[in-house]
């Protein structure tokens, strides 16, 4: 088991003083067998109240309703988990999904049907040409070979780039660009997985990375329903299984649903705006 502590702060100023909207925070990590919340704290400038709730994927939401104006909003959160998920290849998948392909049970088919929709379903005929390196009709194949040998192929094709641009490359842009960031590689490797018709899903989240000079990150990477296994992780941006390093906030069908904070200002001028985020994620 290990004990980390995510101390995460996101910092909007602001050349004169706005009107703050409702703000919706994705920060708390997802609690369950492998994870549990040992303690936490969330602080708001100016002040906030603050109210959660869990959407329909199970994702903590937090909702912060801000009246005062203001030049800056000062959000931080500190949280202690205990992660207790050691072994991220210790799982079993059922017979029936060992080889690909495979079909899923009639009663997991109508829950797994968003996480088999394409989000981007006019991008699919190049995604084909990407995909057909890896499997072809007719062929048969391990299912977790497929899927490793796609995920190590995104790292090799392309190049990592941090972007602060919101929102996230479709599949088209990234194979004509060669490039982009962890939440880009997800999505890619999400599209792929649902061409093929396996589920999948996008994952929110933190990357504990000792040894790093950047003491732990916002993160992004993909999961894929595999009968017997559940929802297994893939690191998109480094090749590898999601594991302990791994710390997810929220999962979503669509990969630009869940950033960690979001929300909105009123001006009835313009202004300067200016945004300064600090993770650290270190274990304790």
Known sequence: MKKIRIHHITEYTFSTPVELTE??????????????????????????????Y??????SVGLLSL?????????????????????????????????????????????????CTHNWPNHTQQLKQWVARF??????????????RMNKAIVSDFGYGMREE???QN???????????????????????RYLGLAARFVSGYLHNPGSNQHGSTHAWSEVYLPGAGWVGFDNTSGLVAGTEHIATAVHRHPEAVPPVAGSYLSQQPIDSSL?????????
Do not use: M
């Open 54 to 59: 869990r959407d329909i994927y199970g994702n």
């Open 171 to 193: 599949p088209n842009d990234t194979l004509r660009l060669r490039t982009g960031s962890c939440r880009d590689f997800a999505a890619f490797f999400i599209e792929a997985c």
């Open 23 to 52: 703000h919706r925070l994705l920060l708390r990590p997802r609690e369950g067998h492998d994870i549990r919340i040992q303690s936490s704290r969330l602080d708001v400038s100016p002040h906030a109240q603050t109210k959660w």
């Open 67 to 115: 009246k005062e104006r203001a030049d800056t909003l000062r959000i931080e959160s500190e949280v202690v988990i205990e992660h207790y998920a050691e072994r991220p290849l210790d799982f079993v998948v059922d017979q029936r999904a060992v080889t690909f392909p495979f079909p899923f049970e009639p009663e997991d088919r109508l829950d797994l049907l968003p996480y």
């Open 135 to 148: 499997w072809q009709p007719g062929q048969s194949i391990e299912t977790f070979l497929l899927l490793d």
């Open 276 to 284: 300064r985020v600090t993770v650290d994620v270190s274990q304790i």
């Open 166 to 168: 919101p929102g996230v």
